[in-house]
């Protein structure tokens, strides 16, 4: 039997479920490199001088554990040093308002049954691609929690699960002849409006 393991991050979103970020792959892993992630970690509660002892990786299978030091965390200690990017996000955000994308989708991507904002999923990889071209699953592991997209657009990690980054490309196919003649539009009345700011001196 093969089992292979990724080390997940629990979110809970607004409607009360709780969704999972991928933080790293681990792939395939043997007995020994398994001893190695299942070391224990003591983890020190704010204002607690005890420490809670748990296992990075669950243990389905007796496995002798070595004899190394385990890691001591004091998460009462823990600074933030990796503020979101929040300037490039509402700047992308504004020229996909500009380009009045939001409205153009708003009416074409309806919301699931379930509520979830379709066009706010699309917004997403399309600032995301604007500021720091790369895969959707990059946007999900790393991207997304590092920008201000979620407070932008007045939602949290739902937008970037993965599954629905890669669904909501489906939907765009039916819509992609009016999207261009949207944007052909766009260009002409931003051509014209730069043209009547300009004068010599």
């Not at 990889?125 to 604007?130: A, S, T």
């Not at 407070?151 to 990690?157: C, H, K, P, T």
């Given at each position: 039997?093969?089992?292979?393991?990724?080390?997940?991050?629990n979110?809970?979103?607004?409607?009360?479920?709780?969704?999972?970020?991928?933080?790293?792959?681990?792939?395939?892993?043997?007995?020994?490199?398994?001893?190695?992630?299942?070391?224990?970690?003591?983890?020190?509660?704010?204002?607690?001088?005890?420490?809670?002892?748990?296992?990075?990786?669950?243990?389905?299978r007796?496995?002798?554990?070595?004899?190394?030091?385990?890691?001591?965390?004091?998460?009462?200690?823990?600074?933030?040093?990796?503020?979101?990017?929040?300037?490039?996000?509402?700047?992308?955000c504004?020229?996909?308002?500009?380009?009045?994308?939001?409205?153009?989708?708003?009416?074409?991507?309806?919301?699931?049954?379930?509520?979830?904002?379709?066009?706010?999923?699309?917004?997403?990889?399309?600032?995301?691609?604007?500021?720091?071209?790369?895969?959707?699953?990059?946007?999900?592991?790393?991207?997304?929690?590092?920008?201000?997209?979620?407070?932008?657009?007045?939602?949290?990690?739902s937008l970037?699960?993965?599954?629905?980054?890669?669904?909501?490309?489906?939907?765009?196919?039916?819509?992609?002849?009016?999207?261009?003649?949207?944007?052909?539009?766009?260009?002409?009345?931003?051509?014209?409006?730069?043209?009547?700011?300009?004068?010599?001196?």
């Amino acid at each position: 039997m093969h089992q292979y393991w990724s080390v997940v991050e629990n979110r809970r979103v607004a409607d009360g479920r709780v969704v999972q970020r991928h933080v790293l792959y681990l792939g395939e892993i043997n007995d020994s490199q398994q001893v190695a992630w299942r070391r224990s970690i003591d983890i020190f509660d704010h204002g607690e001088n005890v420490a809670r002892t748990v296992a990075l990786v669950a243990a389905e299978r007796q496995i002798e554990q070595d004899n190394q030091a385990i890691v001591r965390i004091r998460v009462d200690e823990m600074k933030l040093r990796h503020p979101r990017q929040l300037g490039g996000c509402w700047l992308a955000c504004e020229l996909y308002h500009q380009l009045e994308l939001d409205g153009f989708f708003g009416e074409r991507l309806a919301p699931s049954r379930k509520g979830t904002r379709r066009d706010l999923i699309l917004q997403t990889p399309v600032c995301y691609r604007l500021l720091d071209p790369g895969s959707e699953w990059r946007l999900h592991r790393q991207w997304f929690v590092s920008s201000a997209m979620a407070d932008l657009l007045g939602s949290d990690f739902s937008l970037a699960e993965s599954h629905k980054l890669y669904r909501v490309h489906e939907l765009l196919l039916a819509h992609k002849g009016e999207l261009f003649s949207h944007l052909q539009q766009r260009g002409k009345i931003c051509s014209a409006l730069a043209s009547r700011c300009c004068f010599t001196t």
